[in-house]
């Protein structure tokens, strides 16, 4: 758990005395969980007996556990419920009657048919903080769907701005980047929830959707060129058309300018000072529409250089 030293003692964290009952699994669930008990929250995971989570077994395993399970399971402690038995359904209340918060990443509809979705948590703690973590949310076409991370990424438009600009194929992202965006969207509701019941609101059920916090990460940079309504205003090259990763004579780099003092510092690095007054690339408003031509040029330069 997250400890400051002050004074040669240890200070609790900040969540320190949030109780947590954890009934996730895989990744995007127990990554939020993991980074709450980093701030100092008791978790506790509810796992089936018998196996487990399934990410015990994903990657490197050492001693019948992954690292990737490890990693993302720090600062919990466990048990073994089985909640398809009444005995293991009152255990998993009698848990919640003192929780601050439940988490969940089963498909929509199934903690309600074991019995611990939030009307059964909230009957035993009227305060008690449920979040619920889907694909796509309770409704809709796909709803009940399985999702994985390299779903959503196709879905959002991750895979869209990784295209090739040569063959035009998307591409994934070499990371499962949408289940840890979800996360760490999962852990600023959770600290929003738990503010908002300080301050009187009571308890509550968040949902939060893989999809909802993809698009929510992408939007920013990759949808510039989809923001605005109507036609007035001139596309821009995406962000990966712009961005280099550049052959040297003996190996790679990389390298972007955004101000027109570094776009003049890259004329004066590379010899092209031809260039240091031209229209196209002089001016960061000229400079933009132009980038894929400019990183041409100042590519087959860089291709002369050693990368040290």
């Not at 004074?7 to 699994?25: E, H, N």
Request: negative net charge; aromatic residues 8%.
């Amino acid at each position: 758990m997250l400890a400051r030293m002050w004074g040669g003692s240890a200070m609790p964290g900040p969540l320190d005395g949030v109780k947590i009952v954890d009934l996730t699994a895989v990744v995007s669930g127990p990554f939020a969980t993991a980074m709450l008990g980093d701030l100092g929250a008791d978790v506790i995971k509810v796992e089936q007996p018998g196996g487990g989570d399934v990410a015990r077994r994903f990657g490197a395993v050492r001693g019948g556990i992954s690292s990737g399970f490890a990693v993302m399971n720090r600062n919990k402690r466990a048990v073994a419920l089985d909640l398809q038995s009444k005995d293991g359904v009152e255990l998993f209340l009698q848990l919640v009657k003192d929780a601050d918060l439940v988490l969940q990443n089963f498909r929509p509809g199934v903690v309600d048919r074991l019995g611990v979705g939030y009307t059964a948590c909230q009957a035993v703690n009227p305060d008690i903080i449920y979040i619920s973590i889907s694909g796509f949310g309770d409704t809709g076409p796909y709803a009940a769907d399985r999702v994985y991370d390299h779903v959503i990424q196709a879905v959002t438009g991750f895979m869209g701005v990784q295209t090739d600009p040569q063959t035009r194929q998307p591409a994934p992202v070499r990371n499962i980047v949408c289940d840890k965006v979800t996360s760490m969207t999962v852990v600023q509701g959770a600290l929003a929830a738990l503010f908002a019941r300080e301050k009187g609101a009571g308890g509550q059920h968040v949902s939060i959707t893989m999809v909802d916090a993809g698009l929510a990460f992408l939007w920013p940079d990759a949808m510039s060129n989809h923001t605005y309504l109507g036609d007035d205003v001139p596309k821009v090259p995406d962000l990966g058309d712009t961005a280099n990763v550049t052959a040297t004579a003996d190996g790679f780099i990389t390298w972007y300018v955004t101000s027109d003092d570094e776009y003049q510092g890259l004329c004066r690095a590379l010899d092209m000072a031809e260039l240091s007054t031209d229209p196209r690339f002089e001016k960061l408003a000229s400079r933009v529409p132009n980038m894929p031509e400019l990183n041409a040029i100042a590519n087959a330069r860089i291709a002369n250089y050693s990368t040290a």
